[in-house]
T-cell receptor
Framework: NAGVTQTPKFQVLKTGQSMTLQCAQDMNHNSMYWYRQDPGMGLRLIYYSASEGTTDKGEVPNGYNVSRLNKREFSLRLESAAPSQTSVYFC???????????FGQGTRLTVV | GESVGLHLPTLSVQEGDNSIINCAYSNSASDYFIWYKQESGKGPQFIIDIRSNMDKRQGQRVTVLLNKTVKHLSLQIAATQPGDSAVYFCAETSGASYDKVIFGPGTSLSVIP
């Protein structure tokens, strides 16, 4: 039982490049989330998906797109990376509306 | 604790003492609250949760208190241990959108052996 798995763990991009962060969960959870965490700060919600086939904007969605490919997978895409998107990205999943979230180990992204 | 800009509020406690970590929330419609612990280099991990129809909930060595009147949560850790050193976050969801989980700014707890 792997829980929430994120790939890659580390990535360096040049400004303007695109990439997709992958996330998969094996707990049969309905809801999935993408957060970013900047140094010394809390987690800010980028996008979330309450169920397969639905996605919604969070607090800081600009510059990102998401895809809920199926119940297990929720990907985050940066179409044209900017230095301001340098951050640690966390994926999370939840079973239901009043339940705790389980987090992946994070993807450390640097945009130069 | 207060948080401004890029600096997490920090709480230093002596090993064996009790710790109290505070969290203020702004959305009066929030009705489910969760505390997470984040160790260096890892994702947040669930500690304890509380629903808005409760004022207090206890776990193993931890207690969460909820004061809806002043929109305030606290996490109390009894007999703090070096392994408790981490950043602690409160998170909230509201009845308007239970699926949207918003995190507070966090508090860094440092335990002095």
């Amino acid at each position: 039982n792997a829980g929430v798995t994120q790939t890659p763990k580390f990535q360096v991009l040049k400004t303007g490049q695109s990439m997709t962060l992958q996330c998969a969960q094996d707990m049969n959870h309905n809801s999935m989330y993408w957060y970013r965490q900047d140094p010394g700060m809390g987690l800010r919600l980028i996008y979330y998906s309450a169920s397969e086939g639905t996605t919604d904007k969070g607090e800081v969605p600009n510059g990102y797109n998401v895809s809920r490919l199926n119940k297990r997978e929720f990907s985050l895409r940066l179409e044209s990376a900017a230095p301001s998107q340098t951050s640690v990205y966390f994926c999370a999943s939840r079973k239901g509306q009043q339940a705790e979230a389980f987090f992946g180990q994070g993807t450390r992204l640097t945009v130069v | 604790g207060e948080s401004v800009g890029l600096h997490l509020p920090t709480l230093s406690v002596q090993e064996g003492d009790n710790s109290i970590i505070n969290c203020a929330y702004s959305n009066s419609a929030s009705d489910y609250f969760i505390w997470y612990k984040q160790e260096s280099g890892k994702g947040p991990q669930f500690i304890i949760d509380i629903r808005s129809n409760m004022d207090k909930r206890q776990g193993q060595r931890v207690t969460v208190l909820l004061n809806k009147t002043v929109k305030h949560l606290s996490l109390q850790i009894a007999a703090t241990q070096p392994g408790d050193s981490a950043v602690y976050f409160c998170a909230e969801t509201s009845g308007a959108s239970y699926d949207k989980v918003i995190f507070g700014p966090g508090t860094s707890l440092s335990v002095i052996p």
